[in-house]
T-cell receptor, first 111, second 114 residues
Framework: DTGVSQNPRHKITKRGQNVTFRCDPISEHNRLYWYRQTLGQGPEFLTYFQNEAQLEKSRLLSDRFSAERPKGSFSTLEIQRTEQGDSAMYLC?????????FGSGTRLTVV | AQSVTQLGSHVSVSEGALVLLRCNYSSSVPPYLFWYVQYPNQGLQLLLKYTSAATLVKGINGFEAEFKKSETSFHLTKPSAHMRDAAEYFCAVTFTGGGNKLTFGTGTQLKVEL
């Protein structure tokens, strides 16, 4: 069990560019979650997968955001045409039961 | 809808003093409740969870929390603060059938002073 791994840890991008983040969950966990955390706030739910099926998406997830989990293993979160308001920490978590294990997050800065 | 409210965005204690971080929840169905800790530029680490078994839950690093249905509370305590406890603490709630989706509070920053 190597925990939940997220890459990259930090990403600085120019407004309007596309970015993609990767999350590798704990291998036996069938559920995978994405959250966004802005400064001074708690994490906010974005979306989750059970195996390869995306079961729920938050209204926070505009059409510029897309997430995939091919083959029910790793997941990617893509943001197209980034805006300054997208600057945040993006957290991935995985679970098998009640409660999660979180990764260390990807901090996105849009300049 | 479910929610949690954390009273006090900043709490300061002396090393060796009691730590009390407050969390009140709102849920129309029996909740599952959690406390997470976050160190700077890190993800969240689970401290403890309540899943409808014992109402007094013991977690890691000497923390514990008590589920009080009558008060809709799940306060986090530690008898004696240590410098390494300085971090941000988040209370969160979910419920059966909720897809294990967590709703977090806004967090409490704990400062530990010598």
């Amino acid at each position: 069990d190597t925990g939940v791994s997220q890459n990259p840890r930090h990403k600085i991008t120019k407004r309007g560019q596309n970015v993609t983040f990767r999350c590798d969950p704990i291998s036996e966990h069938n559920r995978l979650y994405w959250y966004r955390q802005t400064l001074g706030q708690g994490p906010e739910f974005l979306t989750y997968f059970q195996n390869e099926a995306q079961l729920e998406k938050s209204r926070l997830l505009s059409d510029r955001f897309s997430a995939e989990r091919p083959k029910g293993s790793f997941s990617t979160l893509e943001i197209q045409r980034t805006e300054q308001g997208d600057s945040a920490m993006y957290l991935c978590a995985s679970s098998l039961d009640i409660g999660y294990t979180f990764g260390s997050g990807t901090r996105l800065t849009v300049v | 809808a479910q929610s949690v409210t954390q009273l006090g965005s900043h709490v300061s204690v002396s090393e060796g003093a009691l730590v009390l971080l407050r969390c009140n929840y709102s849920s129309s169905v029996p909740p599952y409740l959690f406390w997470y800790v976050q160190y700077p530029n890190q993800g969240l680490q689970l401290l403890l969870k309540y899943t409808s078994a014992a109402t007094l839950v013991k977690g890691i690093n000497g923390f514990e929390a008590e589920f009080k249905k009558s008060e809709t509370s799940f306060h986090l305590t530690k008898p004696s603060a240590h410098m390494r406890d300085a971090a941000e603490y988040f209370c969160a709630v979910t419920f059966t059938g909720g897809g294990n989706k967590l709703t977090f509070g806004t967090g409490t920053q704990l400062k530990v002073e010598l």
